[in-house]
């Protein structure tokens, strides 16, 4: 694996699979176990920045500098979807929800979107306060999403309905705890 260009990695669930989306606008799909490339896609321009695989490990998700996502299946690595950007760019921010069905992205904006999966349907637009979103992660019992930036917000899911908001952080990356009492 050339890691001089990578921009964003996902391991499946269950350990087996290393997902890797680099510079060139490359995803590659490979077997930890074998240490073997499995699959390799490549388009134009738009590399991927953010990755995030579903619970079962059938689907990919791959937020994209220009701000469309890609939704993959997996282990054939076949392009299913593209989810328009919403005008923003600069790295797209993805989560899947543990039951797939859902798809919570953001683009460099305060606004997350929720889309059904793998159909892509846009089902809500969740209005945060910060200035744009740069984190995001689903509980793992699906009934809340975290955003992260400048401050946190907790929205229950699926209505999205924001429970909660604190401040003065600098959120990367966010990660919820399998019991769901440390993030």
Not at 62 to 90: E, H, R
Not at 118 to 124: E, R, S, Y
Not at 163 to 173: F, H, I, M, P, R
């Amino acid at each position: 694996i050339d890691t001089t260009r990578t921009n964003a990695v996902a391991i499946s669930p269950d350990g087996r699979l290393l997902v890797v989306g680099s510079d060139e606008s490359v995803i590659e799909l490979w077997s930890i176990p074998e240490r073997k490339l499995l699959q390799r896609s490549q388009w134009s321009y738009d590399p991927p920045q953010y990755l995030a695989i579903s619970e079962d490990g059938e689907l990919l998700a791959s937020g994209q500098y220009w701000g469309n996502v890609k939704i993959w299946s997996l282990p054939d690595l076949t392009l299913l979807n593209t989810l328009p950007s919403s005008g923003g760019f600069m790295g797209t921010v993805v989560a899947l929800s543990p039951d797939a069905r859902l798809l919570a992205w953001s683009c460099w904006e305060p606004a997350i979107r929720l889309w059904s999966m793998p159909d892509g349907t846009l089902l809500k637009v969740l209005e945060g306060r910060a200035d744009h979103v740069s984190a995001l992660a689903f509980s793992r019992d699906g009934r809340y999403l975290v955003a992260g930036n400048t401050e946190l917000n907790l929205w229950s899911m699926p209505d999205g309905a924001l429970l909660k908001s604190c401040g003065n952080y600098d959120v990367e990356t966010l990660a919820i705890s399998s019991d769901g009492n440390l993030m």
